[in-house]
């Protein structure tokens, strides 16, 4: 097959993609890549149908990337994940009002063009965990103990563009990751960002059913297959508080290979749907076309809606070997 990978400058010299490039390339594939942060991309030309069997983005939110494979969805491409898929997650304000118009346990969110405009919540919201809506990897998340520290905040935070807030929900510190790869689920602990004074090393932990399942619904409900969700265990269940596109990956097991393996089948997944052939393997929101028998978030109304009351037990501590995966089963009109 050929691939096209677009990278950041950010990810120049990251494991991720880097080495699942190099994996691709070893089996015999072609793959080309695209740096869009560093490259003057001749838009009329970059994108013609037929170049490349998919698309494939690991750039950071704010960059080009996403643009060039709109691009390319448009012309009818097969893009890994979907454009509009990744559009949905990387806006956290659209990803919040998407999810809890699904369902999804996130927190009450607001967002606020110019930080100063934060000052109209009530004082019964603080604390307040603040960050830029476009924002990735941790950067600029600020947990906001009093409506006085958000004042003090407002020239650092008027520098992130559109800002979106949150009420903290209570938690141990610890944040658990989950990645999506190849139709399983693979949970890590770590510490948050914002308890930066807890000693956590990131490890493997088991995946409790009820994470499990909130996860494969943050999957439908966006239309990803290869991603990563945050979660925190609150006082009233988990709550969602991240979800990422194309993440690191990291403690997976052979990740590369997993990855480099759910990257082909997307692929093909997305041939098979332009020749008119079956249905894709996961969620199935790749490409120009819809994959599978769920909505893709585009098509569902996101009306104003009132918090979501979620009630789910804690997850089970770890044992000492390493946990096995937990598979997503197939649902109707996807393949096993």
Not at 20 to 39: E, K, M, N
Not at 76 to 105: E, F, Y
Not at 262 to 291: K, N
Request: proline letters at 9%; charged letters at 20%.
């Amino acid at each position: 097959m050929r691939l096209c990978f677009l990278v950041e400058e950010n990810y120049r010299h990251d494991g991720m993609p880097n080495e699942v490039i190099r994996q691709l390339t070893a089996w015999g594939h072609q793959v080309d890549v695209l740096r869009p942060g560093g490259s003057l991309l001749h838009m009329t030309e970059a994108v013609r149908a037929g170049t490349h069997d998919a698309w494939v983005l690991k750039t950071v939110s704010g960059g080009p990337g996403l643009t060039l494979l709109e691009a390319a969805a448009s012309a009818g491409m097969t893009t890994v994940n979907d454009a509009r898929s990744i559009r949905g997650v990387r806006d956290k304000a659209l990803a919040a009002a998407i999810g809890r118009a699904r369902g999804l346990p996130l927190p009450r969110t607001y967002a606020a063009a110019r930080p100063e405009l934060l000052a109209e919540l009530p004082a019964s919201e603080y604390p307040l965990v603040v960050k830029p809506a476009d924002g990735s990897s941790g950067r600029a998340v600020h947990l906001v103990a009093s409506p006085e520290r958000l004042a003090a905040m407002v020239p650092e935070l008027a520098r992130e563009g559109l800002l979106i807030a949150q009420p903290y929900v209570p938690n141990s510190g610890i944040d658990i990751k989950v990645y999506c790869v190849g139709g399983e689920l693979y949970a890590t602990e770590r510490r948050s960002p914002l308890h930066p004074e807890h000693a956590v090393r990131e490890r493997r932990v088991p995946l409790s059913a009820e994470v499990a399942a909130i996860v494969d619904q943050v999957g439908a409900v966006y239309g990803l297959d290869l991603y990563g969700v945050d979660v925190l265990l609150g006082p009233d269940g988990p709550v969602v508080v991240d979800v990422n596109d194309f993440p690191s990956f990291r403690q997976v097991p052979d990740a590369v290979a997993r990855v480099a393996r759910a990257v082909l089948g997307l692929a093909r997944a997305g041939q098979r749907a332009a020749a008119g052939g079956p249905a894709a393997e996961q969620h199935g929101a790749v490409g120009g076309a819809s994959l599978a028998g769920r909505a893709h978030p585009d098509s569902v109304p996101v009306p104003g809606v009132g918090p979501v009351e979620v009630a789910l037990p804690a997850q089970a501590a770890a044992p000492a070997q390493d946990p096995a995966p937990v598979h997503i089963p197939a649902v109707a009109g996807e393949s096993a």
